[in-house]
Each structure stands twice: as structure tokens, then as C-alpha cells.
């Protein structure tokens, strides 16, 4: 039988401690433990949540944009003395910082794009349709969305491709609205009308779930129709979707008056729980991959904290004789 030596070409490392970045098959002998250890592949699975920067200004019902924890915007959302707001923060990976404006306060509202180029949709308990596009540098208004709802979810990782879903008028609705870059049109209707989802994909792969009234219901979209899913394992609203329709994160939420810190995620099948939010939040914002998210803020009250997904290439397994 082959050993070690004639597999991987040298012999088992004999350490006094584990080394900080192992990689897949690598084995050594720990000294201090007098264990033999070996590091086997990471995944989404295996992601974890840790602390990360702080928003210069707490807030709840704000809009995010952005592909990693690493590049993320957020932007809008009530604050500790306004219902509404019209602040804009970038976040590097490690600090938070003021970039310009909105044009017009909101809260409740619904983001798609990323750090770069980015769509802010709709919100505010007056439902406005009022839509602003981000350049890079500044906010500029642009067409309004045809029906004027809030908590509506914003479907799109790269703008202007991008669609907005469900919302609140007088009632909870299903309507569903794709942005070209240039006008909104109304395409088909969700199977279930909702508000305060969450979502996940792109134009023509999308991906919504959870919501209210209260569901677990996950619908997906091939660029025609909505196609019911398998459904969440926890039914929640103001719950924060992340990643592309079959690869999805769900983390937080709200259910029976309570924050939740359950984190799901989608393999295009179906749902499986993951390591949680190490504090519970509702309304937190963050549209990025599910390899590497962001939740900041949310609440009420307002909160400033922000907590980044972190998922291994690696993790270190120690063996015993069992």
C-alpha cells in the first residue's frame, strides 16, 4: 500500500503549531497537541460570520449594492432621529465612507447593482416611484418605476439590468417591473404578492423568498415566468437575500417580534441551514455573493454594526483512531 511520502511526494510536517493557511490534503503532525492533523476542503457550508466595520450613521430599511464584502454600498434608510434618509456609505473591507447623497430621502426602499453602478428603487410609507442611478460619483434621477410601492425586492447584480419585485401600495402586491437602462416594464407577476423579502440573482435568473404576510415561499425566474421552489426552512420577513439564484444566501430577519440571525443557504434545490448572524437583525442591507456578503445595519432601532460571510477555501480536520 502506498503511504504518504509515495502520494504526495514528502513526508507528514512535523509542527508545534497548526500552520495559518493549510491547503487541500496538506497533513502535519501538531507537537503541542501530539495530534496529526490535515486540512480538507472548505465551501459555503462552512462559512462563518465575524465582525466587521462600522457605518459612520446607523440605520434600518436601507438599499445595498455590490459584489463582495469587500466592495459594498449602502445607501437610504431611517435613522436614529429621521424616518428617512439620503445618506450613501461605501464599504472597502474594512471602513465605511460618506460618498454623496441621494436626491430624495427614502427608507424602505430597494437597491440592485454594485459599488460602482447602482439602482436605488422606490420606498417611503408615501410610496413614491421616484428611481436614482449611481455613476460612480453621484446620484442622478432617473425614469420612475410604473406603479409607486415600497418594500418592494430589487433583483439585479449588475445594473441597469434589473428587476423589482412585489411591494406595498394600499395592499401587498405581486407586480413585477424590468429596467433596461433606459424605461421600466412590467413583465409577470410574482405567483405570490409580498413585501420585504428577500432576493437573490440576476435579470433573467432571479430568485425571491421569504417575506409578508409572513412565508417561506421561494419563487425562481428564467426570464419568463416565476416557478415555485422549495421553500425556506424558516418563513421570515425583512430577511436580506445575497448571491445568484443557485447559489443564495438568506440571513436575518423577523418573525413573530422577534429578530432572527438564521442564515440559509440555496443550492438551486433547496435550502439548507448554516452557521447564524452572530446577533439577530432584521432589515439589514448588503447584495453581494454567496461566498462573501455583507449585513449592515439594520433594526429599529437603528443600528451601525456590520458583520461580513467568510467562507474557507480550507478547514483544518483533526484525526483520531474512532
Do not use: C, H
Request: hydrophobic share 35%.
Amino acid at each position: 500500500m502506498a503511504d504518504y511520502k509515495n502520494i504526495k511526494g514528502f513526508n507528514i510536517q512535523y509542527l508545534d503549531s497548526d500552520p495559518p493557511n493549510p491547503i487541500e490534503g496538506q497533513m502535519w503532525f501538531n507537537s503541542t497537541s501530539q495530534t496529526l492533523k490535515g486540512a480538507e476542503v472548505g465551501g459555503i457550508p462552512l462559512g462563518t460570520w465575524s465582525s466587521g466595520g462600522t457605518m459612520n450613521t446607523g440605520r434600518f430599511y436601507a438599499a445595498g449594492s455590490g459584489s463582495s464584502n469587500e466592495s459594498t454600498r449602502i445607501f437610504a434608510g431611517g435613522t436614529s432621529t429621521a424616518s428617512t434618509s439620503v445618506l450613501n456609505e461605501s464599504y472597502n473591507g474594512s471602513a465605511f465612507t460618506e460618498d454623496a447623497d441621494l436626491n430624495t430621502a427614502r427608507d424602505k426602499t430597494a437597491g440592485t447593482g454594485t459599488l460602482t453602478l447602482a439602482l436605488v428603487i422606490a420606498g417611503t410609507d408615501s410610496n413614491i416611484a421616484n428611481v436614482e442611478a449611481w455613476n460612480g460619483s453621484s446620484w442622478t434621477e432617473t425614469t420612475d418605476v410604473n406603479t409607486a410601492r415600497r418594500q418592494g425586492m430589487g433583483v439585479g447584480l449588475a445594473a441597469p439590468a434589473s428587476l423589482y419585485a412585489g411591494g406595498f401600495t394600499t395592499t401587498f402586491i405581486a407586480s413585477v417591473e424590468s429596467w433596461n437602462g433606459t424605461s421600466w416594464t412590467e413583465i409577470a407577476d410574482l405567483n405570490t404578492a409580498r413585501i420585504s423579502g428577500g432576493a437573490a440573482g440576476t435579470q433573467t435568473e432571479g430568485l425571491v423568498f421569504g417575506g409578508e404576510p409572513i412565508t417561506a415561499n421561494t419563487e425562481s425566474w428564467n426570464g419568463t415566468s416565476w416557478t415555485e421552489v422549495n421553500n425556506l426552512n424558516t418563513a421570515r420577513y425583512f430577511v436580506t437575500g445575497s448571491g445568484v439564484q443557485t447559489q443564495a444566501l438568506a440571513f436575518g430577519g423577523f418573525v413573530s417580534g422577534t429578530d432572527v440571525a438564521n442564515t440559509e443557504f440555496y443550492n438551486g434545490t433547496s435550502w439548507t441551514e448554516l452557521n447564524d448572524l452572530s446577533t439577530a437583525a432584521r432589515a439589514a442591507s448588503g447584495k453581494n455573493s454567496s461566498t462573501s456578503a455583507l449585513a449592515a445595519g439594520g433594526g429599529p432601532p437603528a443600528t451601525s454594526q456590520s458583520e461580513e460571510w467568510l467562507v474557507p477555501d480550507s478547514v483544518t480536520k483533526t484525526f483520531t483512531t474512532s
